[in-house]
């Protein structure tokens, strides 16, 4: 395994210099990024009986596969793995329901409306067992062969603070936490609590220039409790507002910002993988041993949902595009390759085999000038080329 490992190591970094790729600097960051995720998920899915001839087959993919092709291979490498972790959640919580899987409520989801996901959450909730989260945690260790705790970082400087540690062995390839919390189109960058002074050190953004604010989710929450995202959102705002003695920060949800709709997306918050917004920075010397993977959640997908630990900010109907500096409003808000709404969010996959470590993450701060004294870039010329921190932390 070690071996064929090795083999897809070199290949990235042969595949990433290859002249197809866009000029652009941050395009051709992101799309080497892709081509190391195809290469990742692909081998994750080859299992423990993969052998030389695999690996170079997808290799060899890899090398003629378009960026496009490499990017929905990416999409449904992850989905599979985050669908099988949805089927592990429900049977532990709802163990006489019907299943993600479920051919039958498969073929339902297919004719109905994504607005309509959490309609009969309460229902479901009064029916679920009564797990903490902790217990939640250790029986899908069960299952995967992980899970993840939150604890003093190794890291030595005095502002590491918490850390995200796996507590058993993951393959390369594996999906291993979300980054939870709410979901801004650049739209309404304006509405994002510590974006503009930059006091928010649990912001991601996404190459699309999507963010995610993982503040209001925490640690997530303890026995079978969902928390409804506009009031979540809400609650916090309103609590940082009278903090500051300032109304300035719960200003945002006046006039109705969130959509009605959301208010039914009810999210799971025993979650025991959305803890991605505690996974540092490697230390000078160190090397990460996860990267961020943007994952496109289907919105059709109705009993995925409540287990995706992200809700969306303003109107998912609003799409914008780059152009240059600017950013303009360009139709709706769908997944280019079909008409189906997606919740645009962010995953993390292992870059290696992991086994009870601490998960260290490339924050890829690109402006030098304001690097906190504890970050050393991991590589500079990536940083550059990202244009923009990744994260915030």
Known sequence: MAFLFQKFQEAVKTLAKNPAFARDPSQLQFEADIN???LYTSYNLLGKNADEADAEEIIEIANKASFADQQMQVKENVHSQIKAFCTYMDEMLLPNEKRVNDPMELSQQENSSPHHSGLNSAKVVSKQRSYTQAEVSQKLKDQLGYKLNVKPSQISHKDSGQGLFLDGAADVGAVIAFYPGVVYSPAYYQYIPGYLDEQNPYLITRYDGTVIDAQPWGCGGEGPERFNGRKMLERKLD???AEKGSD???K???GSQVENDNENDDVERRNPLALA?????PAKGMLPNVMICPYDFPLTENNMRVYIPNILFGNAEVN????????FKSG???NSQSDVLTLKTVVL???RSLQDEELLLNYRLSNSKKWPEWYAPVDEEEDIMTGKDESSQ
């Open 277 to 281: 917004h505690f996974a540092n920075h």
């Open 349 to 351: 996959v292992a870059t």
């Open 332 to 334: 709706v808000s769908r």
């Open 320 to 327: 914008i595009k780059r152009l240059g500096s600017f950013w």
């Open 36 to 38: 190391r995720l195809f």
């Open 239 to 241: 609590n940082e507002g």
């Open 252 to 254: 945002p949800l006046e």
């Open 248 to 250: 300035r920060m719960s």
